[in-house]
Structure formats: structure tokens, C-alpha cells
């Protein structure tokens, strides 16, 4: 059974300062796809980043951007310039496709703060 | 982009009585939407996955009887939490997929308090 494992419950960084979030995972799979979502404290799940698994290029958007090392099964997030609006819990997740359809896997999370 | 709507974002019941939360998808299509329920500082644990026009499937140790749900258009899920006890106080959260391997939308979760 695929496993994600985020092995920080929390974080800090100073605001304007680069993090980087862990997550790794197990699995035999060979095709399937990685998230990191966000969950800020209004709750609403936010989709941040997703990567291909047979893509080697890291994917990026904005300051978000992941070092995937897929022998290694790890998926970290690194922000780049974090704000105050980054200060949120962030799940990472990894997605396959089932016989019923796409099924989705989150780690535990890791709380992240963002201080001025 | 893709908009999940849920409803009620909160919502306090009797214990005894039946909830109905609903998840639509406002701008596609989702043959399949997911339910989560997530304790406080923990992650989401999924409860069933639903599926248009056909039965839900519930993960193991999700009560069938107590978490109805129902898919009748390819737009609109909702679960309904029967006889709702205290234990079944949680946030509530349903997720779309427009396709393919794309991740998920996620409506804005249900707030369920049973006293």
C-alpha cells in the first residue's frame, strides 16, 4: 500500500526567507502524481503544485517550487520569499489510478509559520 | 478554474437527527467526487469516493448506514450523516476531480456539531 510521510509536524521561517517542507513516500508504482496543497486557517484546501511522476523536471509556480527525486521517493516543497500568507498547514499527497478512479493519498501535514 | 461549492459551511444538529451536506462542482463535470473528514490538527481521511449514476465506495471501517451518499447528476454529491451522535462532530470536506491527474478541487468544508 502507498504510503506519504511528512516527518515535520511544524515549521517557522522569517517572512522573506526560504523553507523547505519534506515529504517522501512508498509505493511500486511506476506512473502516478504528486500534490502539495495548502490548508490555511480558513480551511479552504488550496491546490500549490503538482509533478508528473514520469516528468524529471521539477515543476514551479511562482516562489513554490519541488525537488523530486523519484528513486529516491521524495517530494519536498520549497518556498522561496515566504509572506505571512503562506502560514498555513501544507499536506502532501500522492495520487494513482485505482480500478475505481483516481484515489489520493495525504500525508500527515506540516505546520507552517511565517513570522514578521 | 474549476469551483467546488459545499454547503452548509456550518451547520449544529440534535443528536438523534439527520444532516445533509451538499458538493457541487459549479463549472465541470465530475463523474467522481471524494469525502473527507479531517479531526482538528490531523489530516483527511478519506470516507468514500462517489461515483455518478452508481453506489459509493466506502473505505474500510466507514459506516455504509450512517454516511449516505448519494450521486445523482454528474454536478451534485451530497452525504447525509443519519442519527447523528456526538462522536460525529467534525469537519466535513468534498473534493472534485475535472480529470485526469490534475488534483483536486476542494469545496470549502462543512463544520458539523452534534449536541
Known amino acids: 500500500a502507498q504510503t506519504v510521510t511528512q516527518s515535520q509536524p511544524e515549521m517557522s521561517v522569517q517572512e522573506a526567507e526560504t523553507v523547505t517542507l519534506s515529504c517522501t513516500y512508498d509505493?511500486?508504482?511506476?506512473?502516478?502524481?504528486l500534490f502539495w496543497y495548502k490548508q490555511p486557517p480558513s480551511r479552504q484546501m488550496i491546490l500549490v503544485i503538482r509533478?508528473?511522476?514520469?516528468?524529471?523536471q521539477n515543476a514551479t509556480e511562482n516562489r513554490f517550487s519541488v525537488n523530486f527525486q523519484k528513486a529516491a521517493k521524495s517530494f519536498s516543497l520549497k518556498i522561496s520569499d515566504s509572506q505571512l500568507g503562506d502560514t498555513a498547514m501544507y499536506f502532501c499527497?500522492?495520487?494513482?489510478?485505482?480500478?475505481?478512479?483516481?484515489?489520493?493519498?495525504f500525508g500527515a501535514g506540516t505546520r507552517l509559520f511565517v513570522k514578521a | 478554474g474549476a469551483v467546488v461549492s459545499q454547503h452548509p459551511s456550518r451547520v449544529i444538529c440534535k443528536s438523534g437527527t439527520s444532516v445533509k451536506i451538499e458538493c457541487r462542482s459549479l463549472?465541470?463535470?465530475?463523474?467522481?467526487m471524494f469525502w473527507y473528514r479531517q479531526f482538528p490538527k490531523q489530516s483527511l481521511m478519506l470516507m468514500a469516493t462517489?461515483?455518478?449514476?452508481?453506489?459509493?465506495?466506502?473505505e474500510q471501517g466507514v459506516e455504509k448506514d450512517k454516511f449516505l451518499i448519494n450521486h445523482a447528476s454528474l454536478t451534485l454529491s451530497t452525504l447525509t450523516v443519519t442519527s447523528a451522535h456526538p462522536e460525529d462532530s467534525s469537519f466535513y470536506i468534498c473534493?472534485?476531480?475535472?480529470?485526469?491527474?490534475?488534483?483536486?478541487?476542494f469545496g470549502s468544508g462543512t463544520r458539523l456539531t452534534v449536541v
Open positions: 499527497a500522492f495520487m494513482k489510478l485505482n480500478t475505481g478512479g483516481f484515489k489520493t493519498i
Open positions: 463549472d465541470f463535470q465530475a463523474t467522481t
Open positions: 473534493s472534485a476531480s475535472s480529470g485526469g491527474g490534475y488534483g483536486y478541487t
Open positions: 462517489s461515483n455518478e449514476g452508481s453506489k459509493a465506495t466506502y
Open positions: 509533478q508528473e511522476a514520469y516528468k524529471q
Open positions: 509505493t511500486s508504482e511506476s506512473n502516478y502524481y
